[in-house]
């Protein structure tokens, strides 16, 4: 699920990078060919008393929810949008799960898919799921890679169904990520 209801209207940002750093970090906003970076100073070593993920998830998003509040005061951008987001993921314990773009039909119209992807602290997953008529579920593994969105975005590209029952998944840069049969006959 995103949590991000919809993006902020910006002059000339549009992303805004919100970093952990070991040692200290720059206490100004920087900007990159439109982008905005914000960094917060954390030492995952320092907590050694909190042994649960979910605490350790709890003081990592609260250090990127200062971040976020630093930037909307600097940048003049609304804090609702933000204050949701960070109420949104706990209420959704931390997951981070969407559908990519819309599903599709098989040309029969018999079988629809959807990537479907989840991104958490270890890796992106993507998934072609697919269903019948029936809502008999296949789901496909597409592909695991590392957690950095800036290593995994070219892998957002198009599915495409090439038979009524073979599917292709294509990245960005016209790459085939994968091919194959959806359902067995």
């Not at 030492?43 to 200062?66: F, G, K, V």
């Not at 940048?75 to 987001?85: D, Q, R």
Request: with cysteine.
């Amino acid at each position: 699920m995103r949590c991000l209801d919809k993006q902020i209207e910006t002059d000339s940002i549009w992303k805004l990078e919100l970093k952990l750093v070991a040692g200290s970090p720059n206490p100004r906003i920087r900007f990159l060919d439109g982008l905005a970076i914000v960094e917060r100073s954390y030492d995952p070593n320092a907590l050694p008393a909190i042994n649960q993920l979910s605490m350790r998830n709890r003081e990592i998003l609260n250090l990127l929810h200062e971040a976020a509040g630093q930037a909307c005061e600097e940048l003049s951008w609304p804090k609702k949008p933000f204050e949701i987001a960070y109420h949104r993921v706990l209420r959704n314990d931390f997951r981070n799960e969407w559908i990519w773009k819309k599903s599709k039909w098989s040309p029969d119209r018999r079988l629809r898919a959807e990537l479907r992807c989840e991104h958490d602290a270890s890796a992106l997953r993507m998934h072609l799921q697919v269903r019948d008529r029936e809502d008999h579920v296949t789901e496909l593994k597409i592909l695991e890679a590392p957690p950095d969105e800036f290593l995994f975005t070219r892998y957002f590209g198009e599915m495409s169904w090439i038979t009524n029952a073979d599917l292709r998944w294509t990245a960005d840069d016209g790459e085939v990520l994968w091919e194959g049969r959806a359902v067995e006959s």
